[in-house]
């Protein structure tokens, strides 16, 4: 069965580079069927969609974050990453990484567990 | 951005009870709508794809329904394992949002 699972630190500073992979495990993430996403939840908070990164590697961000976002696949490691420059405070959050459907309703069918990543000096 | 407004935010229920609960989006979304299930410690689930497909682990007595601006996810007949917290998200326009989550305890 398809797992998520990601990776990365959990303490960065402000204003630095906050950088986490997600490895896809007990498949291949080299499929049409599936796009993938980020997510985060902030503490207290709602969810919070991040980007899309599509099959062919063509990624979509939320504009309140696409300045400081990247995200790039390795399907060859059958992993997917994310990359925020600048970060602050209200980067603080639960960090999830996702498969979507690709359909077009694009649900999200399994999530990672998620990892906290705290911003603080 | 399109505003989803959950409502109620939190409904108290008992074990047997039909709740619904409703997702409004701030402009027509057609039926480009998902809703999931958080526990928490645990990773959310797909509970119901383009605003009325049931996802395959899902069991029956939940169903969606709606179309444009107005949501609602139903379940007939609450069981223990369904108390959490859902969402709806809106997947039509850039940025895909979620609403602000509805707490059934």
């Known amino acids: 069965q398809l797992q998520l699972q990601e990776s990365g630190p959990g303490l960065v500073k402000p204003s630095e580079t906050l950088s986490l992979t997600c490895t896809v495990s007990?498949?291949?993430?080299?499929?049409?069927?599936?796009?993938w996403d980020w997510i985060r939840q902030s503490p207290g908070k709602g969810l919070e969609w991040i980007g899309i990164?599509?099959?062919?590697?063509?990624?979509y961000y939320n504009p309140s974050l696409e300045s400081r976002v990247t995200m790039s696949r390795d399907t060859s490691k059958n992993q997917f990453s994310l990359k925020m420059t600048s970060v602050t405070a209200a980067d603080t959050a639960v960090y999830y990484c996702?498969?979507?459907?690709?359909?077009?309703?694009?649900?999200?069918?399994?999530w990672g567990q998620g990892t906290l990543v705290t911003v603080s000096s | 951005d399109i505003q989803m407004t959950q409502s109620p935010s939190s409904l108290s229920a008992s074990v047997g009870d039909r709740v619904t609960i409703t997702c409004r989006a701030s402009?027509?979304?057609?039926?480009?709508l998902n809703w999931y299930q958080h526990q928490p410690g645990k990773a959310p689930r797909l509970v119901i794809f383009?605003?009325?497909s049931l996802q395959r682990w899902v069991p029956s007595r939940f169903s969606g329904g709606g179309s444009g601006t107005d949501f609602t996810l139903t379940i007939s007949s609450l069981q223990p394992e369904d108390f959490a917290t859902y969402y709806c998200?809106?997947?039509?326009?850039?940025?895909?949002?979620f609403g602000q989550g509805t707490k059934l305890e």
């Open positions: 996702a498969r979507v459907l690709s359909i077009p309703s694009r649900p999200v069918d399994l």
């Open positions: 007990g498949g291949s993430m080299n499929n049409k069927t599936f796009y």
């Open positions: 990164i599509y099959y062919s590697g063509t990624t």
């Open positions: 402009q027509t979304i057609s039926n480009f």
């Open positions: 383009a605003a009325s």
């Open positions: 998200q809106q997947t039509f326009v850039n940025p895909y949002t």
